[in-house]
């Protein structure tokens, strides 16, 4: 089974604080995706990478940054977290999407709270 | 953009009763997946569909695919208090990423 992890579920963070979420996927998936989920808004993209030490902005990308040093690996950063920032993160992975599309799998989530 | 809308945002049923939530998209869509997330869980995947007025079942599940392929059905039939959850429709971009739809929310009354 392929399993996507994020290393923290729940953080609670001072307004102005650098944070970081990790991600690890274990399938070699070249995509890897940052989500955020909020209520009534569903699911909006704030940044892809396709690639290590690619990256392309999703919807959302204004006040994050993300790194891609190891395929495995997808670091979404909040440089100052804010509290409209407060949200729960869902990191994905796939294979590289071709036209017929590929599967996402999800992490569990991180729930961010920015105090 | 691409944008993938869906409605209803939320749906309120008796358990026994049928459900659909539905999907359109503001381009043509080389495929649609749909997704299921429980309370508390991440979305997983149900289903991918490619032709154009593709229809394929899973149980009381029915998905479709318009025939333009912008748009797009996931029907439930007899509601069970195991179908509660939010359900996403996701759509490729230009980009080749995937976006999702803002999801509806399936609450069943036993």
């Known amino acids: 089974d392929v399993k996507v992890t994020q290393s923290s579920r729940y953080l609670v963070k001072r307004t102005g604080e650098k944070v970081f979420l990790e991600c690890v996927q274990d399938?070699?998936?070249?995509?890897m995706f940052w989500y955020r989920q909020d209520p009534g808004l569903g699911l909006r993209l704030i940044y892809f990478?396709?690639?290590?030490?690619?990256?392309e902005k999703g919807d959302i990308p204004e006040g994050y940054s993300v790194s891609r040093e190891k395929k495995e690996r997808f670091s979404l950063i909040l440089e100052s977290a804010s509290t409209n920032q407060t949200s729960m993160y869902l990191c994905?992975?796939?294979?590289?999407?071709?036209?017929?599309?590929?599967?996402?799998?999800f992490g569990e989530g991180s729930w961010l709270t920015v105090v | 953009g691409q944008q993938v809308m869906q409605i209803p945002q939320y749906q309120h049923v008796q358990e026994g009763e049928d459900f659909t939530t539905y999907c359109n998209s503001s381009?043509?869509?080389?495929?649609i997946q749909w997704y299921k997330q429980r309370p508390g869980g991440h979305p997983v995947f149900l289903i991918q569909?490619?032709?154009?007025?593709e229809v394929k079942k899973q149980k009381r599940l029915t998905f479709q695919f318009g025939e333009a392929k912008k748009n797009s059905s996931l029907h439930i039939t007899a509601t069970q208090t195991t179908d509660v959850g939010t359900y996403f429709c996701?759509?490729?971009?230009?980009?080749?990423?995937?976006?999702f739809g803002a999801g509806t929310r399936l609450t069943v009354k036993p």
């Open positions: 569909l490619v032709k154009s007025g």
């Open positions: 994905a992975s796939s294979w590289a999407a071709g036209t017929t599309g590929n599967t996402i799998y």
């Open positions: 990478s396709y690639d290590v030490k690619m990256k």
């Open positions: 381009t043509t869509l080389s495929n």
């Open positions: 399938m070699d998936h070249e995509n």
């Open positions: 996701a759509g490729p971009s230009n980009n080749n990423d995937m976006r």
